[in-house]
């Protein structure tokens, strides 16, 4: 008798799966619960939205890789912030000194922002922001610049991520409480539903939890348990379901388990489905349908033999698109080495391109569904992330389980065994614990230089030097106030920045009304 075998996620695998491992015939895609995809013919009509994520030193600098990108077939933007910008400080900030424009563009006001976005037609091109803490705010430097475009608010389309619970469970960008942070979320809600009719007003991430170390159920579970919170903070504040729900979009990971991968993405789909009409009785079709971003694993990419990572890369983007993606980044070759440079950004991209126009994949919709092996894991992950939501249900919901650290302890624990599996050698990496000898081809590293900060500080300070004080004042002073009471945020900061008024000297005010979070330590 063999040992038995596991897969990353700790799930025991058969050498061979049969008719009697599979529960069942699923309905078609485009019908509930869309367990095979939320489009009839999937890709046949359009394929998935090829979005690289880029964002570097200036907005001039970031610009001008934009538009690299969109005359070699990209089909919509995906905007890094730098660390300054995620959370509130402007470029000039002691806080901000060696992290300006290193992981993002550095954008302090609507001037940085009129610069990034100079000649992107904002009427054609789709674009994705990561940013949560400061998301309303980028949000509405975004929609001004459109303004002046003469863009109608209808035309304007994309995404902001918004989600403020996965940044205090696995990334650390936060600024204020849980509690001021969601109302900022579901302000924002509400804006876009009165102004931005066709904007994505979030992106819920199980993205950066998978990058800590969450398993593929461990992912879904928590992203969707975080979905569940949004959802309840939105009926709190007087929204209706179907006003807002159609509009919610979800951002996953794709690592090396190929057909796990393919599975947690079909399990998430059925999942949201159900809980969106039998827990929260949405009608609207489009509420219960789970749209998805998919990035290719950066903790994936190994900085050995780097070359090596545009093979998984491709294995991981193939999964995304075989598991219904809607939108998909493909990471460069020698991300785990720095910024991505211009050559390993255009072949990240060819690889999308290829997928998409050469493998003939796209052609049909849900190719691996009824596959013994795939529908038994959609089965199995879609099980285990049941049993971890209903835990989180019991310790009060995902707010209280990120309160109290349980969430992030969850997630260091299996990131933990996985490392185990990694340094005893059972879980094989190729170039870092097996074959690792010939240490390949030497590439060369991207660097920001640290000029970036001091002519954006300057910027800055011109900014400041031609601005009207007292405007200024009466900005700050509003925008305190209306955190204070119980209006809607983004009206007052939308005033401010148009103005001119930083993100910073916004961010400022906030903090003096909601003050600073904290973590606690899991016990």
């Known amino acids: 008798m063999t040992d038995e075998i596991k897969n990353d996620s700790g799930l025991p695998l058969k050498p061979v799966y049969a008719v009697e491992d599979r529960h069942g015939e699923e309905p078609p895609p485009g019908t509930f619960p869309f367990t095979r995809g939320i489009h009839r013919n999937m890709y046949r009509g359009r394929l998935w939205t090829m979005r690289q994520y880029a964002g570097f030193g200036t907005a001039a600098e970031s610009n001008r890789r934009y538009r690299f990108l969109l005359d070699r077939g990209q089909t919509g933007l995906s905007i890094a912030f730098d660390l300054p910008t995620q959370i509130g400080y402007d470029s000039d900030h002691p806080m901000a000194n060696g992290e300006v424009g290193k992981v993002g563009v550095a954008i302090d006001s609507l001037e940085d922002m009129e610069i990034l976005l100079d000649g992107i037609p904002l009427d054609r091109v789709s674009t994705s922001m990561t940013i949560n803490a400061t ?3 980028l949000l509405l430097l975004y929609e001004l610049v459109a303004e002046k475009q003469g863009v109608a608010p209808e035309k304007i389309t994309g995404t902001v991520q918004n989600d403020i619970l996965k940044e205090y469970a696995a990334r650390g960008t936060y600024i204020f409480p849980p509690k001021p942070s969601m109302r900022l979320v579901t302000d924002l809600f509400a804006y876009c ?12 991430s199980g993205y950066h939890m998978r990058e800590a170390g969450a398993t593929a159920a461990e992912e879904i579970a928590l992203t969707l348990s975080h979905a569940v919170a ?29 057909f796990e991968e393919v599975a947690k993405f079909r399990a998430a789909r059925r999942m949201w489905a159900r809980i969106m009409r039998d827990r929260f009785h949405a009608r609207d079709e489009r509420s219960l349908a789970l749209r998805f971003h998919t990035q290719t694993g950066g903790v994936t990419l190994t900085a050995q033999q780097p070359l090596n990572n545009v093979v998984r890369t491709t294995l991981e983007a193939m999964s995304a698109v075989l598991g219904g993606t809607q939108s998909l980044h493909t990471n460069a070759y020698d991300e785990a080495l720095g910024l991505p440079s211009q050559s ?97 081809d030497r590439v060369e590293i991207m660097k920001v230089s640290p000029q970036h900060q001091a002519e954006q500080s300057a910027a800055l300070a011109r900014l400041r030097a031609r601005r009207p004080r007292d405007v200024v004042d009466r900005h700050l002073t509003a925008i305190g106030e209306a955190a204070r009471g119980s209006v809607n945020l983004l009206p007052v900061l939308k005033a401010a920045l148009a103005d001119y008024v930083t993100i910073g000297e916004c961010c400022d005010v906030l903090r003096q009304a909601f003050g600073e979070y904290r973590p606690t330590e899991a016990a």
Request: glycine share 8%; proline share 3%.
């Open 135 to 137: 998301a309303a705010m």
């Open 230 to 258: 949004y959802v309840e903070a939105a009926l709190a504040a007087g929204l209706a379901i179907d006003d807002f729900a159609p509009r919610v979009s979800f951002f996953f990971a794709c690592h090396m388990d190929f």
């Open 193 to 204: 539903r009165e102004n931005l009719p066709n904007w994505n007003t979030i992106s819920i």
């Open 344 to 440: 390993a950004a255009e072949l990240a991209l060819r690889t999308q391109q290829m997928i998409g126009f050469e493998s003939a994949v796209p052609l049909v919709a849900d190719p691996l569904g009824g596959s013994y092996y795939v529908e038994n894991l959609t089965d199995r992950v879609e099980a285990e992330a049941l049993g971890i939501m209903a835990e989180v249900d019991e310790l009060g919901g995902a707010v209280e389980c990120i309160e109290s650290g349980w969430t992030q302890k969850r997630i260091g624990e299996s990131a933990y065994r996985f490392q185990l599996r990694v340094e005893s050698g059972e879980r094989v990496v190729v170039g870092v614990n097996r074959y690792a000898a010939d240490q390949g």
